[in-house]
């Protein structure tokens, strides 16, 4: 055992010095690459092209919505969307196999076979609960507002649910995850999902559909820099918003306790 | 190159370079974190609300909330007894 | 050799070195959750290198305002997009990374990926 320690030894030297010089091979070539580039900032570079024009200058008045963002990834581009969302739901499903508790085949409670950490689900600690007590409106007020907001400045669905969850989080650690899975329990939660997902692929269905025959879509724009206006734009952010929320609660009671409880008896 | 970009690629930089010297999984965590909310203010400076809005929410609270909970999982932090591996 | 916009680029100049030091840490480091900081770095890395392609001097960001959408008020809206969406792909495959390491962990007890290699073997030879 101590040989083979000592001929480990000039081998993990090498291994680290071949490491390093692998990377300054890597940085060297990648830097003459870049002082090749365009300049940063410049106004003619090969990258504002006529698809950047079409973009910013017929946004509003073909996609309805006044961030030019917003209008890209869930109008002009709004498949690609559609995968995202289903790879963060794939993660979850994931996440799931990996991680998911066995049932408890007398009740229905789930095991945790090796609980390592001292469970911290409601115990009544005052500092978490009067805490919880004034961010927790104020969070999910914050997270509906973002999402809402998609389409007329800075936010969508991505950030606006990942506030929500973070919202459903602290609600569930300063009060009990009990309380909570009395309404948010396995089956509203999968239903939830999949019937947003489903959602967003029957409306991009009807605006392939119409598109690809050159009918005119009877969704109305509406006037541009209302809540209600940009088409389809608003309820799509709502269902990505109600994904990744869904999905960043799973993530915590699939790492946390196993998985999301059956609801009250 | 204004001083004030200069700083804050350099801070990026660092954090990199200090993440990849520290031993104890908590710290560099804590350290990619803060990489995270560097890299939050330059998405500002490089004029894109959305990408700062979506880097802040999500790659610093859902990637601290994953590692967090990870950790307990398997008792690195808030453990009986501080079970360290 | 050397090209003439290298001092001007700085913002991919930076990109590019995160991107390197990323990638040596997955060398490097034998711990899994390095590794994992690792993959983080990286993907960070192109995620500066392809917004800052994007933007223009003295423009500002495409949320138009006032009615005017001409195309030399903005700065160029679609790096930004792809990058929005790398950000949420990036986090699902840390969540299912980790997933993988604490299964990892309740099976061989342990963080460094030499000792979970050997016991492996071991167990195989048994």
Redesign the interface.
Known sequence: MKRKHEERRPLRTA??VM??A??LT??TV???V??????????E?P??NE???R???S??SEGGA?????D??LDY?AF??LG?SN??F???C??LI??RADKDPKDGRLLI??????P?HGKKDSILRGTARILLPAGLLFGIC?VLNGHL????G??GG??I??AL?LFAMAYGPEKLEKTLNRKTWSWLVWSALLVYTLLKTYSFYTGANGIESIIPLGEPGRILSGGMILPLNICVGIV?ACT?YA??A???KGGIGSGGK | MTVAVGLLLGLLVICALAVSIIKDPVAAVLVQLGFSTVMAVIWLILE???L???E???GT??TG??FF??F????L????GE?KE | ??????R??????AA??I???G??ML??NRNLVKKIIGFNFMDSGIFLFLA??????DRI?????GGE???AN?I??????LV??G???SV??T??L???T??LY?RYHTLELDEIIAKARTEDEQ
Do not use: C, H
Request: hydrophobic residues 55%.
């Open positions: 291994y680290r490491s390093v692998v990377f890597l940085i990648l830097l003459l870049v002082s090749w580039l365009a300049q940063f900032g410049g106004g570079n990258a504002e698809v950047y024009k973009y910013v200058e946004g509003t006044v961030n030019t963002v917003a890209m990834i581009r690609d969307t995202e790879v963060l794939t993660a979850a994931i996440v990996l991680l076979p090796e609980l390592q950490a001292e911290l973002i400045s800075a936010g969508g991505f950030s990942a506030v969850g973070a989080i990744v960043m993530f915590y699939l790492f946390s | 894109s609300p959305d700062a809005v979506t802040a929410a999500v609270g859902v909330v994953l909970f990870a307990r999982r398997i008792g932090i808030g453990g009986k079970k | 050799m050397v090209g003439s916009n290298l001007s680029n700085n913002f991919m100049v590019v070195i991107f390197g030091i990638f040596t060398f490097l800052s392609n994007g933007y223009i001097e960001s495409p949320i138009i305002q959408a001409s195309v903005y160029n809206p679609i790096p930004a997009g929005l969406t950000i949420v792909v699902s495959v969540a299912v980790l997933a993988l604490v299964r309740l």
